[in-house]
């Protein structure tokens, strides 16, 4: 039997005390509440500071190291077209001191050559606009992002405070400054989901900006390898057709011309001399042979009719 107030009797032994719900104790009640929540929000949010710092340093680092290289692709390339220039000029002033079909198509070669490096230089200034600077423009998107996390980090260590002050309040336990504790709980409740909040919006648009980008740009790359090889596919096809054009034949004829004088026959005219069938050259000493003979006939013609008329003279002068 429990004791009642103002009675003589006392409360047996092992009788359970139920606790009076005061205003306090159920303002206390709802304050660990609070503080367990907020503790959850706390922590949870400090994982993902983690894990956006964690993201932010990863593409520091890559993205960096793909803007060296790309950069250093694309001087290369520019010292190649620069080289091929040179190789241009050189090709000409050979060409100029070269036979005649000898030097056309190594003229013409080295004009479809030049044409190329004009593709290169093209090559070069999209690779610069559509790969280097999206990656170097990165360095001030991290920037940014390192500010984000320094508001966050700076928000995380306000709270932090707080909510170790609030600990203690719940820990005194005082009466009088349950109301007080309740309107900073919940100020510093607001503010963590507040920065929770933001710092999601800022991990997913990160990271869905970082795919985007990545994919743009290994587009942009590879459609602008693909437009200069195509390029230059047709380029060299030309420049090869140009080379297999040169008569070898002809100019070595011209190199020998120019060993020997202009009345000296030729090497051309010994061989084709040579390379006549036995019936054509018979042919030949036959139109030969008979030109003397007509010739001949000619000739004792002539000496007849003058025979006669000197005989035709010597019997005029007789008669008379």
């Known amino acids: 039997i429990a004791s009642q107030p103002g009675s003589g009797r006392r409360r047996p032994r092992g009788a359970r ?11 206390l009640s709802s304050l660990t509440r609070m ?8 922590f949870s949010r400090d994982a993902q500071t983690r894990q956006l710092q964690d993201a932010v340093t990863n593409v520091e680092k ?6 060296q290289i790309f950069a250093a692709y694309v001087r290369k390339t520019a010292r ?25 198509g190594l003229k013409n070669f080295a004009d479809e050559f030049a044409k190329l490096q004009d593709y290169r230089q093209a090559e070069v200034e999209r690779l ?27 928000a995380r260590n306000r709270e932090a405070k707080q909510l170790t002050q609030l600990e203690r309040t719940r820990q005194r336990n005082p009466s009088d400054r349950h109301v007080i504790a309740e309107a900073e709980l919940h100020i510093a409740s607001t503010d963590v989901t ?12 990160f990271e869905k900006q970082k795919i985007k980008d990545i994919k743009n740009i290994f587009s942009e790359f590879i459609t602008i ?5 195509g390029k230059a596919l047709e380029v060299y096809t030309a420049a090869y057709q140009n080379i297999q054009k040169i008569d070898e034949d002809e100019d070595l004829e011209v190199f020998r011309n120019s060993l020997y004088p202009l009345d000296y026959p030729s090497r051309l005219d010994i061989v084709k001399a040579n390379s006549k069938s036995p019936l054509q ?12 003979q007509v010739s001949t006939c000619r000739l004792r013609k002539d000496q007849h009719a003058e025979d006669d008329e000197d005989e035709e003279v010597d019997f005029t002068e007789e008669e008379n």
């Open 35 to 42: 503080l367990r929540v907020l503790c959850h929000l706390f």
């Open 62 to 67: 890559h993205f960096g190291e793909l803007c």
């Open 194 to 205: 507040r920065t929770t909040r933001h710092l999601e919006e800022t991990i997913d648009n």
């Open 80 to 104: 190649l077209r620069d080289k091929a220039d040179l190789l241009v000029n050189e090709i000409n002033m050979y060409a100029s001191t070269e036979t005649p079909n000898l030097k056309q």
């Open 128 to 154: 610069e606009a559509k790969v280097v600077e999206p990656l170097k423009a990165y360095g001030a998107i991290v920037k940014l992002k390192r500010d984000d996390l320094k508001a966050a980090l700076t």
């Open 225 to 229: 390898e693909m437009l200069f090889h």
């Open 281 to 292: 050259r018979s042919l030949s000493a036959k139109g030969v042979s008979g030109t003397g």
């Open 17 to 27: 005390r139920v606790p009076m719900e005061t205003p306090g104790w159920r303002a």
